[in-house]
């Protein structure tokens, strides 16, 4: 998977990276940027204190602040600076937490993750300091169209026994673009307070922002949910910007690990927003630039998907509900994901093979050796250049 990390920074000449979650350059949401930058550098001593003064180590006050009065307002929750705490991106926030309720205890005791839908983002596969770190669930298949589906929660198959220490979810869902429903979010809220385990919902695509959302969804927080959310998806990766969401205890203990691992974190992406929160631009950027930007990139790549593939093979489409991927099934498809992706490779065209999302259950991992994810992120020339020659050599692989 190297592979995928060098093509985009390296800019390989002739490769279509279909396979990364770099979020787009949007031309008018890097134009706020560049204006906040200049708006920094304007503000008395902004920039100076921006670049010279260490933050705490639970991070800045004031953006804390702002982020919480935004959800106040947005969502009605009792939340205020306490139940924030930055951390160096959406992925750093996950290896704080998931070491911090799973993993071995003092007393000995050992505890898992257990992820309610597999396939499941596949940063989190290699998080946990020790060996079977998580437990997965097979979700439900919903076949929606002759070529589309869903998955639903498999809540018959989600058992949450004593070694489980919390539950984890992305909303909407890296790789599938899912996005589970309020139903389901519920029952699962519900599950993790019965057994006093703490549902991690992984908002990095969610509302408010960046809203990376194509349906309506109603978020929800409560003591018992850790949310999380990134300023990467937003625009603004190279900040390294994640922010939990959770009762004051959690976010002591992430302030702990902040101070023990990093001292402090950046404050660039902090200082960047802040002012966008307060002033309820946030709004604008997300519902004027991002989602349109996203909904336009998925709709096409559907439709490239529909023109490009023989309808008459078995191949499936998850419902494209939020994110920046779609996830496709080839369903009794003759090889594996993983020589699709090599074959893929050859004709310059990089994707992901779907096992790499399969954390924790054997079933899902026959399931996503048919599967791949495929970014729309990049510029339309790539996307339907890479999707023509994926349903070239899937119709080739099918043949064979
Ligand atoms: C579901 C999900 N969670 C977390 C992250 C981590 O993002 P970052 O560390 O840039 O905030 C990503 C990045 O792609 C993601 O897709």
Same mark, same amino acid.
């Given at each position: 998977?190297?592979?995928?990390?060098?093509?985009?920074?390296?800019?390989?000449?002739?490769?279509?990276?279909?396979?990364?979650?770099?979020?787009?350059?949007?031309?008018?949401?890097?134009?706020?940027?560049?204006?906040?930058?200049?708006?920094?550098?304007?503000?008395?001593?902004?920039?100076?204190?921006?670049?010279?003064?260490?933050?705490?180590?639970?991070?800045?006050?004031?953006?804390? &602040?702002?982020?919480?009065?935004? !959800?106040?307002?947005?969502?009605?929750?009792?939340?205020?600076?306490?139940?924030?705490?930055?951390?160096?991106?959406?992925?750093?926030?996950?290896?704080?937490?998931?070491?911090? &309720?799973?993993?071995?205890?003092?007393?000995?005791?050992?505890?898992?993750?257990?992820?309610?839908?597999?396939?499941?983002?596949?940063?989190?596969?290699?998080?946990?300091?020790?060996?079977?770190?998580?437990?997965?669930?097979?979700?439900?298949?919903? /076949?929606?169209?002759?070529?589309?589906?869903?998955?639903?929660?498999?809540?018959?198959?989600? =058992?949450?026994?004593?070694?489980?220490?919390?539950?984890?979810?992305?909303?909407?869902?890296?790789?599938?673009?899912?996005? &589970?429903?309020?139903?389901?979010?519920?029952? !699962?809220?519900?599950?993790?307070?019965?057994?006093?385990?703490? &549902?991690?919902?992984?908002?990095?695509?969610?509302?408010?922002?960046?809203?990376?959302?194509?349906?309506?969804?109603?978020?929800?927080?409560?003591?018992?949910?850790?949310?999380?959310?990134?300023?990467? =998806?937003?625009?603004?990766?190279?900040?390294?910007?994640?922010?939990?969401?959770?009762?004051?205890?959690?976010?002591?203990?992430?302030?702990?690990?902040?101070?023990?691992?990093?001292?402090?974190?950046?404050?660039?992406?902090?200082?960047?927003?802040?002012?966008? !929160?307060?002033?309820?631009?946030?709004?604008?950027?997300?519902?004027?630039?991002?989602?349109?930007?996203?909904?336009? =990139?998925?709709?096409?790549?559907?439709?490239?998907?529909?023109?490009?593939?023989?309808?008459?093979?078995?191949? /499936?489409?998850?419902?494209?509900?939020?994110?920046?991927?779609?996830?496709?099934?080839?369903?009794?498809?003759?090889?594996?994901?993983?020589?699709?992706?090599?074959? !893929?490779?050859?004709?310059?065209?990089?994707?992901?093979?779907?096992?790499?999302?399969?954390?924790?259950?054997?079933?899902?991992?026959?399931?996503?050796?048919?599967?791949?994810?495929?970014?729309?992120?990049?510029?339309?020339?790539?996307?339907?250049?890479?999707?023509?020659?994926?349903?070239?050599?899937?119709?080739?692989?099918?043949?064979?």
């Amino acid at each position: 998977m190297d592979d995928l990390g060098h093509a985009l920074a390296e800019g390989g000449a002739g490769i279509r990276m279909l396979g990364g979650g770099n979020p787009a350059l949007i031309p008018e949401v890097n134009a706020i940027w560049r204006r906040r930058m200049h708006e920094i550098l304007d503000e008395g001593d902004r920039f100076d204190r921006m670049m010279t003064v260490y933050d705490p180590p639970k991070g800045n006050h004031r953006f804390a &602040l702002a982020m919480a009065a935004h !959800l106040q307002r947005e969502y009605g929750w009792d939340v205020g600076a306490n139940h924030i705490a930055i951390t160096s991106g959406g992925q750093a926030a996950f290896f704080y937490l998931f070491n911090l &309720l799973a993993g071995e205890f003092a007393g000995g005791g050992r505890k898992r993750v257990l992820l309610p839908v597999v396939p499941e983002y596949i940063g989190y596969a290699n998080q946990g300091l020790g060996p079977d770190f998580f437990s997965g669930v097979m979700p439900g298949i919903e /076949h929606t169209a002759p070529h589309a589906f869903k998955y639903r929660v498999n809540f018959d198959g989600l =058992k949450i026994t004593d070694d489980i220490g919390a539950l984890c979810v992305s909303r909407p869902t890296n790789p599938s673009g899912n996005v &589970l429903t309020y139903d389901e979010v519920a029952h !699962l809220d519900g599950l993790a307070r019965e057994a006093e385990v703490p &549902l991690l919902i992984d908002n990095a695509y969610g509302a408010p922002f960046p809203g990376i959302l194509f349906t309506k969804i109603q978020p929800i927080w409560n003591e018992n949910i850790i949310l999380t959310f990134s300023l990467s =998806k937003l625009g603004l990766p190279g900040t390294r910007t994640g922010i939990i969401v959770a009762r004051p205890e959690i976010i002591r203990a992430i302030t702990s690990m902040n101070a023990i691992i990093g001292l402090a974190n950046g404050t660039i992406g902090q200082a960047m927003v802040t002012p966008l !929160l307060e002033s309820g631009e946030i709004r604008s950027i997300v519902a004027d630039h991002v989602r349109p930007f996203y909904e336009r =990139k998925a709709i096409n790549a559907r439709r490239w998907i529909a023109q490009y593939f023989d309808a008459g093979l078995d191949y /499936h489409v998850h419902a494209s509900e939020g994110a920046l991927f779609l996830w496709l099934w080839f369903r009794g498809m003759p090889i594996t994901a993983a020589e699709l992706y090599e074959r !893929l490779k050859n004709r310059g065209v990089l994707i992901v093979p779907g096992h790499y999302f399969a954390i924790g259950s054997a079933e899902a991992e026959r399931h996503a050796s048919e599967c791949i994810r495929l970014s729309f992120a990049m510029d339309d020339a790539t996307v339907e250049e890479g999707i023509a020659i994926l349903a070239d050599e899937v119709a080739k692989a099918y043949a064979e």
